[in-house]
């Protein structure tokens, strides 16, 4: 399974972006699909999460301001980022796991920059 991340960039507080993480491969052992971002200085963190039969949970700080969703042939993950905020920024990594407990050793994009001024 590959996964490419793309969407990222830089925008002004208040403003929006999405991401897109293409999907190729042997896709079928996933069920499992999210996005995690990682800030300088910090550990990688969950931000959003979906399942095959469309499923979400987000992290309380994006909770309203993002949406995660899923393409009927699982093979673009996106992620609508409205009304951003400098805490915002970070690295953020599509992924791709079997269930919620694998995510770790899932598979990972490599990342795509979000920085948001102030």
């Known amino acids: 399974v590959q996964l490419q991340a793309s969407g990222g960039g830089l925008v002004q507080a208040g403003g929006s972006l999405r991401l897109s993480c293409v999907v190729s491969?042997?896709?079928?052992?996933?069920?499992?699909w999210g996005w995690y971002r990682q800030a300088p200085g910090k550990q990688r963190e969950f931000v959003a999460t979906?399942?095959?039969?469309?499923?979400?949970r987000y992290v309380d700080s994006v909770e309203g301001r993002f949406t995660i969703s899923l393409d009927n042939a699982k093979t673009t993950l996106s992620l609508q980022m409205n009304n951003l905020n400098p805490e915002d920024t970070a690295v953020y990594y599509c992924?791709?796991?079997?269930?919620?407990?694998?995510?770790?050793?899932?598979?990972w994009g490599q990342g795509t920059q979000v920085t948001v001024s102030s």
């Open positions: 491969g042997n896709i079928y052992p996933i069920n499992y």
């Open positions: 992924n791709g796991a079997r269930n919620r407990f694998t995510w770790a050793n899932g598979y």
């Open positions: 979906i399942t095959n039969d469309r499923r979400t």
